[in-house]
């Protein structure tokens, strides 16, 4: 008997350093593959007439994560557009930076999406605060591993 079981887990890694370029907090964190997300994986296996994951999000909801989420609870600013996106064998990794002014404020929840505004957000997550001051900058590394368990 052949027993296939695939795991799909996000985790991300939050940087956020003052005007000077100094480190103020470094944070990892997991997220949740909504339903959305899974479905737009599934649709890219047969076509690509869905976009590439191309934005990251951040903002202040606090609402736990749940598979039927389509966009953050509140977003902070505007979407961001990827600084890159890289798949390796069993991973993609995102990659995108916050400049001074934007994302700004009381972060605690991030998400990735194919698109500038609407579209399809893959995945969502909250954590505790991580506070980016007016002139902070921040790099968020998202890395979405598929394992076979």
Known sequence: MIKDTLKLKGELT???KDKDGKVKETRNEKNLVVNAGLTYI???MVDSTSNAMSHMAVGSGTTTPI???TDLVSILGSREPLDSSTAS???VAY????EAGDGTGAITEAGIFN???GG???CRTTFP????????????TWTITLSAV
Do not use: E, W
Not at 95 to 98: A, L, N, Q, R
Not at 129 to 140: E, P, Q, R, Y
């Open 14 to 16: 939050i940087v956020v």
């Open 42 to 44: 599934c649709s890219r």
């Open 67 to 69: 598979g039927s989420q």
């Open 89 to 91: 064998s069993n991973t």
């Open 95 to 98: 990659v995108s930076s916050f």
């Open 115 to 117: 698109a500038s505004t």
């Open 120 to 122: 399809t957000m893959l």
């Open 129 to 140: 605060v991580v506070n980016k001051g007016a002139n902070d900058t921040m790099s968020i």
